[in-house]
Structures are given as structure tokens and as C-alpha cells.
């Protein structure tokens, strides 16, 4: 039985039950408005509980599904297996048990998985479009091997300049990039040269996740039209580009502490934090912080993180070097193909060995590459064990201009 086959059905029996639901709201005609909408659900709940779909057994209702989520293993057929978790809440529950995480499917489903780190054995292709009239950013995953084509859109961003730092809002609605949407997920925020960047989670990524309180989720808090708006920031990364003081040629220099992510999580075995669902927001475990805020005191606990996060054996990322090419007189990395532009933005980011010990071949793959392929359109490929929202952030620290560091 197919899927088609089905919806149609379940179109039928729905069918019905709104017509069951038509009749007996003129049945009741003479009565007040609030007793006919009573006896109107009323009828409506009784007619979905005689319904199949409602006493198919779970063994079959679980096979059926399954089918469903194996068959369906690419986007756009992929929305299937997202509907059928829309049914009802007891199919929702048993599609959260079918659909594994993406570090194992590698599958993008929900918007959840977004949130969680990328397969192990091979990069997940996306895209990134600019559009500069307004001065977003779209993320799509690669349903093709043609960038310039529409995608799969996962994720958006919209940089706002403020006088002594940029932010970058990330949000999961591309129509509506703002902090007070409930599809707000998190942001970026930049220091004036564009040189420290900061990426903050609007949900926190383990049990012991800190909070941080500043101007923008106090507005937040003012704005929140959803539970699930956040009332704070958690940082979960810091990325630092090196100053070129000198003024020498060549591509920029950048690494990436991830705050959230153990250094042993790219090693076998190595298990980093995964966010299963999308947490509601406790406004009575925010501690209060001073309202003013010195600007020295903020670069301060920038380089202090830097500093803390290395020695306490966090994942560190690092641009990977490129080599000079002789013949063409440029610097040159091997994307394989996914990237046909050059520019100073590209990178491949590496894990950095830990403590100084001696790289070992987890610390030669590539985990985040991004690159340009045409005026603004861009390549983002990302694996375990960082996750699309955290490799989208720090594609956009690219975009920002960098005096100081070309």
C-alpha cells in the first residue's frame, strides 16, 4: 500500500468527520454558540476515535511507518516521513523512535537536526546564497550537485550593524529573520575590528550550559510571543582571525574554540553533545547580571574563554594551510571540486591537536570547508562533530569585513 494510496485515505476519513461536524453544527441550531462549538468537538472526537487510523494496532501503524521513513531517504520525497509525524501525537512518538539522529542516518528531518552534529563518514553538502539588498544570508542543503539550483532551505541569518559590534540573527524562518520570532535559534556577534566572533545558542546544549545576559535578550524577553523563545544566550564557540600586522599576502588565518564539544569527539569513538528536542526556556534559572557592561571587560572575557576553553581540553578547529602554487602563482587548497572561485574567504578547518600532542589522522580531515562557486553563492560542507547551526555561524564570521586581518 502506498503512501499516496494512504493520504487518501486518511483524506476520506477526515472528509468525514468534518461533515459529521457540519451536520450537527446546524443540527443544533437553536442553541447558544458556545454549547453547539461543545457538541460540535464532542462529535468530532467521537468520529476520529471510530476512525481506522486511530484503532490500527501498533505493530502495524510502526511497520507501516517504518517503510515510509526507509523509502523516503532524500529530500523533497523526505517531507513524507515529516507529515506522518504531524498526524497525530501517537504517530509523532513513533516516528521520534524510527527516525535516528543524523550523526548515524545522515538525514536531515526535523529542525532539530540542525542542532545536532553531522554524520561521521562523510561531509553533508550545502549551500549558502547572499543576498546583499538586505543583507541576509540562506542556507540550503545540496539536493543536487548543482549549487546554483534550490535546495532544501534549512537556515537563515540577517547581519545587523550596531555601533561598536555586528550581529548576525539565525533563525529557522526565512521570511521573518528577528530575535522576537519563536523561530529564532541563535546569533553571531562580532567585536568592532571583526576579528573575535562569538556564537551564541539560543537553547542550552548540555545540563551545564551558563547563560549570558545581555542588551539583546532583555528585548527578547520584552518581544517573546512563544514559550520556546529564548530568555538568555549560551555561548557555545569563539572564533579569533590573527592580525596581519605586517600586511603579508596570503589566505586568512582563524581558529575556532567550541565551547559545547569535548577534543576526544573526533577521535574514534568520541561522543560529542546531542540535542534531541527543543527545550523550553526557564526564565526563574537566569541569574541577573549588572546592566552596563564595560567594553574592555567584554574583550577581556573573550581572550579569557579563548584561553579557559584550550586548557580544559575543549574541541579547538584550525584553518587548515594551504600550499603555494607555483604555476598559477596562488595559494591553493583541494576542495574537491566544491569550490570554483577564488577568494580570501575560502577555508577547510582541521582539528587542532590537543595540549600539543602529536596529530594523529583525525586531526587531518577536513570537519567545515567553505568556499565560493559564483558572485554569491557559496559551498558549506560540515561533518561530526560540529552541527549545521554551528558551521553556518562560523561561515558567516567569513562574510564580515576584516581590515585588520588582509
Not at 509523532?92 to 537536526?113: A, H
Not at 561530526?384 to 562560523?394: D, E, H, K, L
Amino acid at each position: 500500500m502506498s503512501f499516496k494510496s494512504i493520504l487518501q485515505d486518511m483524506k476520506g476519513e477526515f472528509g468525514s468527520i468534518s461533515r459529521k461536524g457540519f451536520d450537527v453544527k446546524f443540527g443544533y441550531g437553536m442553541r447558544s454558540r458556545s454549547h453547539r462549538v461543545v457538541q460540535d468537538t464532542s462529535f468530532r472526537i467521537d468520529a476520529l476515535k471510530q476512525s481506522c487510523w486511530a484503532n490500527m494496532p501498533p505493530e502495524l501503524l510502526r511497520d507501516v511507518l517504518m517503510r515510509i521513513e526507509a523509502s523516503d531517504d532524500t529530500w523533497p520525497p523526505r517531507k513524507n516521513v515529516v507529515a506522518c509525524a504531524g498526524v497525530c501525537k501517537n504517530w509523532r512518538e513513533i516516528m521520534k523512535e524510527i527516525v535516528k539522529s543524523l550523526e548515524v542516518s545522515g538525514k536531515l528531518t526535523f529542525p532539530i537536526s540542525l542542532k545536532q552534529p553531522g554524520p561521521r563518514d562523510s561531509l553533508l553538502q550545502c549551500f549558502i546564497k547572499r543576498r546583499r539588498s538586505n543583507q541576509t544570508y540562506y542556507l540550503y542543503l545540496g539536493l543536487n550537485q548543482a549549487s546554483t539550483d534550490d535546495g532544501k532551505f534549512l537556515l537563515a541569518a540577517r547581519k545587523c550593524r550596531r555601533p561598536t559590534c555586528t550581529d548576525y540573527i539565525i533563525s529557522l524562518n526565512s521570511e521573518d529573520v528577528s530575535k522576537g520570532n519563536s523561530a529564532f535559534v541563535g546569533k553571531l556577534r562580532s567585536n568592532f575590528l571583526g576579528t573575535k566572533f562569538t556564537i551564541y545558542d539560543a537553547q542550552p546544549t548540555n545540563t551545564g550550559a551558563k547563560v549570558t545576559k545581555c542588551h539583546s535578550s532583555r528585548l527578547v524577553n520584552m518581544k517573546q510571543v512563544s514559550p520556546r523563545v529564548p530568555a538568555g544566550n549560551y555561548p557555545v564557540a569563539h572564533i579569533a582571525y590573527e592580525l596581519n600586522v605586517l600586511g603579508s599576502r596570503g589566505p586568512r588565518r582563524m581558529q575556532c574554540v567550541m565551547d559545547a564539544i569535548p577534543a576526544r569527539a573526533v577521535e574514534p569513538g568520541g561522543v560529542a553533545p546531542t540535542q534531541t528536542e527543543f527545550v523550553d526556556s526557564n526564565l526563574d534559572s537566569i541569574p541577573s547580571l549588572p546592566f552596563f557592561r564595560s567594553k574592555s571587560g567584554h574583550a577581556e572575557s573573550v581572550q579569557s574563554g579563548l584561553q579557559s576553553s584550550q586548557n580544559e581540553g575543549m574541541l579547538v578547529l584550525r584553518n587548515k594551510a594551504p600550499r603555494w602554487h607555483e604555476q598559477l602563482q596562488c595559494w591553493c587548497l583541494n576542495f574537491n571540486g566544491r569550490v570554483t572561485v577564488a577568494s580570501v574567504k575560502n577555508f577547510q578547518l582541521v582539528a587542532s591537536p590537543e595540549n600539543g600532542v602529536a596529530a594523529g589522522p583525525e586531526h587531518e580531515n577536513v570537519i567545515l570547508q567553505f568556499g565560493k562557486v559564483g558572485k554569491d553563492v557559496f559551498t558549506m560542507d560540515y561533518q561530526y562533530p560540529i552541527s549545521a547551526f554551528q558551521a553556518f555561524a562560523i561561515c558567516l564570521s567569513s562574510f564580515d569585513t576584516k581590515i585588520a586581518c588582509e
